[in-house]
């Protein structure tokens, strides 16, 4: 068997969560908690990596959904 055949059979995948909506129940001061307990979920669960969209949720200039502080 060949290294590159070897290789592609014995690559996992990787999984990521992308995140784009911040509103939870705790409000925007509750942020923090909601995600470091989010990531440490994903982690269990075999995801290798978490994307957060900063302003993703601002129109016009006023925010339509909770946001990271840019």
Known sequence: MSQDVYRLI????KLGIAIA????PGGP??????MSRLA?????????????MQ???VVAGRPVHDCLPG
């Open 10 to 13: 014995h690559t996992r995948m």
């Open 21 to 24: 909506d911040f509103t939870q």
């Open 29 to 34: 001061k509750g942020i923090a908690r909601h």
């Open 40 to 52: 440490r979920t994903a982690e269990e669960f075999g995801f290798t990596r978490i994307i957060v």
């Open 55 to 57: 302003g993703f949720g």
